[in-house]
C-alpha cells in the first residue's frame, strides 16, 4: 500500500508535469485525483492551483502633481489619482484530504512575480469628491459683516437656509442654540464649486477660542456662500464681527480634507 506522504509527493510531480496552473487569486477547479479503499472507508484526495499576492515594503511617501492647463478639473483641488506597495504573487499546488483539510502546499517553480511600489499621488485638476483636498487662506465672518442683512430681531440667514444669530445658531430641530456651531460643526462660506451642506476636516489652523486650539483639527460644515468667497477661500462663522472669543482672523498654510459632498437645503438644512 502506498503511504499518505508519499501519494501527496507523487500528484504534486503529476500536477508540475501536467502544467496545471491557475492566475486567479484562490480559485480554480478542483479535481479528484486518486479514492483509496480501506476496510471502513474510501479516501478522497482533491488537488487545486491557486495563487496568492501579498504587500511587501512600505508605502512610498506622498507625491503631489502640479495643475496644468488644459487638464479639467479645479485648478485649487488635489485628488488621489495612484499608489500602492510592491507585490509578490506565487501560484501554489494544494492538496486536500476528504474533509477538505490542507495536507500539502508546494510553490510551483517559476510562477513567482514581482511588481513594484507606486507612489500615491494627489493631482491638482481634481474633483469634489470625498478625500480631496485644498489648501485655503481662511479669515472670519459675523451675521454684521459689511453688506450682511441683520434683521431687527438681530438674527441673519445663510444660503443654506440656516438662521443664524449674534452668538447663536437654529439648529436642525428648530431649537435656537447658543454657540457659533451647527449641530457638531463650525459654519463656513465656501466657493460654489463645494456644495451646500458639505463637510470638511480643517488641518493646521491658527485659530482659538469657541472650542479651536490651534493646530487640532476640527470639522465644518459649508453653509454659506459670499461675494468675496471664491475659489480656496473658507470664511469661518464667528457670530458677530466683535467677537474676540475667537482671537485670530486669518489662518494660511490650512489644509482642508472634503469629508462628505452635499446634502438637503431649506428649512431642515443639512439635516442627516
Known sequence: ????NQLIKILVVASLLCGCSSTSAFHSETLVLKQIETEDQTLELSMETINEVWEVGEMPEMVYAEYEEGMGGISWIASYVEGKKA??????VVTYDSEGNVISKTAIIGSRQETEAVAPKMQFGGSVSVGSEFYPTMVTYGID????YVSPEGTGGTSAGVTVGYHSVRQANGEMREGIKYGDYYIVAADPSIPLCSVLTVYDHGFSGEGLTPGVPFQAIVLDRGGAIKGSILDLFKGSQGNTNISNDRSANTKVVIERVGGRSGSNACKY
Do not use: N, P
Request: glycine share 8%.
Open 87 to 92: 507585490t509578490v504573487s506565487e501560484d501554489y
Open 145 to 148: 459683516c459689511a453688506g450682511c
Open 1 to 4: 500500500m502506498v503511504k499518505r
